[in-house]
């Protein structure tokens, strides 16, 4: 069972930072969170401790570990000649970073093994005396950087490619698949908008798996993760479709429904029964 039900993670003791993205390992073991000092810190799960830490460079807006636990993709946005927002993907080797423990600003806020106020005093102020000089840029892989401020990642097929979305100016907007070891650009599929999340489809439901991407507009593109078609036109239309901008979109685990919704608070289901691709 847990043997932590909350942490602090800020700048020193007592200290407070505001979270802008969380994520858990699927294997259980690592959370990582980023925050709005453009740093992402990986924490054991078990125990709540901080194991690694990372400066992005960037606001730090979407993070998301590899099927196999093993890589750590985040992404975000940062200020361009003082005004304009630009994106930044960063993947990282968590296993080449993960070498010692960090002597990490973080307290267990209410700890099983806390034994009281006395040891809670105790670990505050040694929380106060931590020193994040040292962050370890172990485990870097490559980055990519983008025209608009990065939305989304997602990893498909067991974690070999990596999907991104950003919300760029609709003129140039894709969203672009890169191989996940070497950050190879594989493909850009065209959007129309301002793409503000994906998700893909982990199970098939005929034998071909399919990815989605929703934003502006109410925008919902769908294309096959096999050859990156858009079979968007080859679905059933629903009786209302979202009018206002789309801001989230999950399947379901068995790959059978998928769900969107807008900013003005209409969710629609779809259902993957059976789809055509001819």
């Given amino acids: 069972g847990m043997v932590w039900t909350s942490i602090r993670h800020g700048e020193g003791g007592g200290s407070k930072t505001e979270i802008t993205t969380c994520c858990l390992s699927e294997d259980g073991k690592y959370f990582a969170i980023g925050d709005v000092t453009t740093k992402i810190t990986v924490y054991n799960a078990e125990e709540g401790s901080a194991i690694v830490a990372f400066k992005q460079g960037a606001n730090v807006t979407s993070a998301s570990f590899s099927p196999n636990s093993k890589m750590l993709c985040t992404a975000g946005e940062d200020v361009k000649n003082g005004r304009e927002l630009n994106g930044l993907v960063v993947m990282r080797m968590i296993d080449q970073a993960i070498s010692t423990p960090l002597n990490s600003p973080v307290s267990r806020s209410n700890s099983s093994s806390s034994g009281g106020n006395s040891s809670m005093k105790e670990e505050l102020e040694a929380v106060a005396k931590s020193d994040w000089s040292a962050i370890d840029q172990g485990g870097f892989m490559w980055e990519a950087k983008h025209p608009g401020p ?7 097929e067991n974690g070999q490619w990596l999907a991104v ?28 908008g301002r793409a503000l999340q994906c998700d893909i489809q982990r199970v098939s439901v005929n034998n071909d798996c399919v990815m989605a991407a929703v934003g502006e507009g109410g925008l919902v593109n769908i294309w096959l993760t096999s050859d990156f078609s858009n079979i968007t036109s080859k679905l059933d239309r629903h009786d209302d479709e979202h009018q206002h901008h789309c801001t989230v979109l999950a399947f379901s685990p068995d790959g059978q429904y998928m769900a969107t919704g807008d900013e003005e608070g209409q969710i629609i289901l779809r259902e993957f029964v059976t789809h055509t691709t001819t």
Avoid: H, R
């Fill in 165 to 192: 979305t950003d919300a760029g100016e609709a003129a140039s907007n894709t969203i672009k698949i890169y191989k996940t070891m070497t950050g190879t650009l594989m493909q850009k599929l065209p959007f129309g």
């Fill in 150 to 156: 990065v939305t989304d990642v997602k990893y498909c």
